[in-house]
């Protein structure tokens, strides 16, 4: 009898412990998966989610493992009957409560019991301390009889982390729209103010703070504010810093005391801009300089901005004017360098695709370059490249010619050939160079001529096979061309070509080149002297010519040639040498021709005559018949003349 009584005291501690256990692992399930809900919903917004799900995943598997292991642990059928069997009975309305002989650790805590505050007024209606009160699944098991009472119900307890993780889960859905509306309120409500000037800096616990003046504040509201505070302010800032270099070059040149400049790490950006501001103002000296060591053979050689900015930090530190001066004309040197090899690069690029572009419209089988060496200068962007005359407004000119030779061989029957047919001589050796002296009138073969492509009558008509250049020239002259290859006496060179006009429009176009101080009008007066007819103007349109310089001691001369237009108003323009012109040379033509001013004056007979050549071309020669009068529109004696040649006139005209 002592032993089963023993039994069943033993079962009566067992069985409620276990029962206790298994409720609590429940609950610790339940807190766990409803912790996992709410954690997936606000996936989106935690960035230690992942984290925190494999967390929770271990607990939950804990949480199975310890259940299995609680099965295993079930107290048998027959103790739960024999405790039953022990138990006194109660009456109606009774609620037991332990004996004071059960041992104390019997009696759970109010905290493992499930007790809370809100259940202390029906506890003490029921004459119960917290720490006895017996809820249903807690502690020992208790009896009693009628309905359950709200008291009779275990309140379930919550932790940090699910009140954490459900306060977030309801939230998530409104913090974006509150967060826009918040920072508008907070816009409404926060009071901005914008700095106007930065006057002071000084040392604060190891960091910099500046002297800051408020917009529309006076001088007794300025704060000291450290660089985090001074948002939005670079300007500001770097205007600062510009004035603390600036008294510091003023004080190296007056011997007085030197003013340090503040190097904020925050702001080092700023200080190197200052610097460059303050110190960088090169002269077109300058750049001519650095251009002239772009070019040469042996370039200055350019430091990394790293090593840029060592320099100008020696600079700011030191307090020696020599070193200080010497960082200085380094930084220049350098900076300006930097700068012209990126502007030529630019340059270079737009050199390049000018003249790809003008080489593409360029019918001459001869290859035409484009250089400047000396300045940043592009080419004219209101040029248009043309190969051939055209007629402008009021002027015709005419195509198709009236005659022509029925030479096979005109070389060999040059006394039937066009130029004898014109009352002329003809023109070319067999090298397809001049033999006639300067004046005469040239006829080449046109197109009603049986002869074939390959005559050597037809040079200007064929166009430019000399190889020339573009390019800025180094005294102030503008573009000029200058000779790719070596370039033989009686060579034909180019055609000038453009805008045929009438001698109206070309008096109205010359006030205009007048007041520009220049022009690139050509009188076409062969027969009529100054009663011309027609002009060409190459000023927006034309060839290579437009860019053919004057010079009192010309290396080229313009011949009147005819080819299909027989029109004797209208003769075309060549330019051939008359002198062998070197590789490199610039090519030049004199814009007032330099004939005799009595030439008028000849008659019409001798103009289609040649006189004996003596081997050279004497431009002054009273002998030698009219040429084109060449370029007007400029203001006589009023235009400088920049050829530098030994017997240059001072002027144009």
């Keep these: 009898m002592n032993e089963t009584k023993a039994d069943a005291?033993?079962?009566?501690?067992?069985?409620?412990?276990?029962?206790?256990?298994?409720?609590?692992?429940?609950?610790?399930?339940?807190?766990?998966?409803?912790?996992?809900?709410?954690?997936?919903?606000?996936?989106?917004?935690i960035p230690t989610f992942e984290k925190l799900s494999t967390e929770l995943n271990q607990c939950e598997k804990g949480c199975k493992s310890i259940v299995q292991i609680l099965n295993l642990l079930d107290v048998p059928d027959d103790k739960e009957k024999l405790i039953k069997a022990e138990a006194p009975s109660l009456t109606n309305g009774e609620i037991a409560v332990s004996s004071t002989s059960s041992p104390a650790n019997m009696t759970p805590p109010a905290s493992e019991a499930g007790y809370d505050d809100d259940l202390a007024p029906m506890a003490s209606k029921l004459g119960l301390t917290p720490s006895r009160i017996s809820l249903q699944n807690s502690g020992k098991k208790r009896y009693r009889?009628?309905?359950?009472?709200?008291?009779?119900?275990?309140?379930?307890?919550?932790?940090?982390?699910?009140n954490y993780i459900e306060k977030a889960s309801s939230d998530v859905k409104v913090v974006k729209e509150e967060s826009e509306e918040e920072k508008e309120n907070e816009n409404e409500n926060e009071e901005e103010f914008e700095v106007e000037h930065i006057l002071d800096y000084k040392r604060k616990q190891g960091g910099l703070v500046y002297q800051v003046r408020w917009r529309n504040y006076n001088a007794d509201d300025d704060t000291w504010e450290p660089a985090e505070n001074l948002t939005g302010c670079g300007d500001v800032y770097r205007d600062f810093l510009q004035q603390k270099i600036r008294e510091k070059i003023n004080a190296f040149s007056k011997g007085t005391k030197i003013t340090e400049v503040p190097r904020d790490p925050k702001w080092v950006a700023l200080l190197h801009e200052a610097f460059q501001r303050e110190i960088f103002h090169p002269t077109e000296s300058d750049w001519q300089e650095a251009i002239s060591k772009h070019n040469s053979a042996k370039p200055l050689k350019l430091?990394?901005?790293?090593?840029?900015?060592?320099?100008?930090?020696?600079?700011?530190?030191?307090?020696?004017?020599?070193?200080?001066?010497?960082?200085?004309?380094?930084?220049?040197?350098?900076?300006?360098?930097?700068?012209?090899?990126?502007?030529?690069?630019?340059?270079?690029?737009?050199?390049?695709?000018?003249?790809?572009?003008?080489?593409?419209?360029?019918?001459?089988?001869?290859?035409?370059?484009?250089?400047?060496?000396?300045?940043?200068?592009?080419?004219?962007?209101?040029?248009?490249?043309?190969?051939?005359?055209?007629?402008?407004?009021?002027?015709?000119?005419p195509t198709d010619p009236v005659v022509g030779c029925e030479c096979?061989?005109?070389?060999?029957?040059?006394?039937?050939?066009?130029?004898?047919?014109?009352?002329?001589?003809?023109?070319?050796?067999?090298?397809?160079?001049?033999?006639?002296?300067?004046?005469?009138?040239?006829?080449?073969?046109?197109?009603?001529?049986?002869?074939g492509p390959d005559c050597h009558n037809r040079v200007v008509q064929k166009g430019r096979r000399t190889n020339l250049c573009i390019f800025k020239t180094a005294n102030s002259r503008g573009w000029g061309v200058k000779a790719k290859e070596n370039i033989k006496k009686d060579t034909f060179l180019t055609e000038y070509v453009g805008e045929v006009i009438t001698t109206a429009e070309a008096e109205r176009r010359g006030k205009i080149y007048d007041a520009r101080g220049?022009?690139?009008?050509?009188?076409?007066?062969?027969?009529?002297?100054?009663?011309?007819?027609?002009?060409?103007?190459?000023?927006?349109?034309?060839?290579?010519?437009?860019?053919?310089?004057?010079?009192?001691d010309p290396n080229l001369v313009v011949y009147n040639v005819w080819v299909d237009c027989l029109d004797p108003e209208l003769p075309r323009l060549a330019l051939f040498a008359v002198q062998d012109i070197k590789k490199g040379e610039e090519l030049t033509f004199d814009y007032n021709s330099g004939l005799p001013?009595?030439?008028?004056?000849?008659?019409?007979?001798?103009?289609?005559?040649?006189?004996?050549?003596?081997?050279?071309?004497?431009?002054?020669?009273?002998?030698?018949?009219?040429?084109?009068k060449s370029l007007r529109?400029?203001?006589?004696?009023?235009?400088?003349?920049?050829?530098?040649?030994?017997?240059?006139?001072?002027?144009?005209?």
């Excluded at 901005?305 to 004309?329: G, N, R």
């Excluded at 009663?531 to 927006?540: F, G, H, L, P, Q």
């Excluded at 030439?599 to 018949?625: A, C, F, K, M």
């Design 597 to 628: 001013t009595n030439q008028d004056e000849i008659s019409d007979d001798v103009l289609l005559t040649t006189p004996v050549r003596n081997g050279s071309i004497d431009v002054t020669d009273s002998n030698y018949i009219r040429t084109p």
């Design 145 to 162: 009889r009628g309905p359950k009472t709200v008291f009779g119900h275990k309140k379930k307890r919550k932790n940090l982390i699910t």
């Design 408 to 451: 096979t061989d005109c070389i060999s029957c040059q006394k039937e050939c066009c130029p004898k047919q014109a009352g002329s001589h003809f023109a070319y050796n067999r090298y397809h160079r001049l033999k006639i002296s300067l004046g005469t009138a040239i006829y080449e073969c046109n197109s009603l001529c049986k002869c």
């Design 303 to 397: 430091k990394s901005m790293k090593e840029l900015h060592d320099d100008m930090d020696k600079a700011l530190v030191t307090t020696v004017k020599i070193k200080f001066d010497s960082y200085v004309k380094n930084v220049v040197e350098q900076l300006t360098f930097m700068k012209c090899k990126d502007r030529r690069e630019i340059q270079q690029a737009e050199l390049r695709t000018w003249e790809r572009n003008i080489n593409k419209l360029c019918n001459d089988p001869a290859k035409l370059e484009v250089e400047n060496l000396v300045d940043y200068d592009l080419p004219p962007k209101d040029f248009r490249y043309i190969n051939a005359s055209f007629a402008g407004k009021g002027v015709t000119i």
């Design 9 to 45: 005291n033993a079962a009566e501690i067992q069985i409620p412990a276990l029962g206790k256990l298994k409720n609590l692992v429940s609950q610790l399930e339940d807190v766990i998966k409803s912790t996992k809900d709410a954690a997936n919903d606000c996936k989106a917004d």
């Design 518 to 552: 220049c022009t690139y009008l050509f009188d076409l007066d062969i027969n009529s002297g100054d009663n011309n007819e027609y002009v060409i103007d190459a000023a927006k349109v034309g060839n290579v010519s437009h860019f053919i310089n004057h010079s009192c």
């Design 633 to 653: 529109g400029l203001q006589t004696g009023k235009t400088k003349c920049s050829c530098g040649a030994k017997n240059c006139r001072g002027t144009f005209f």
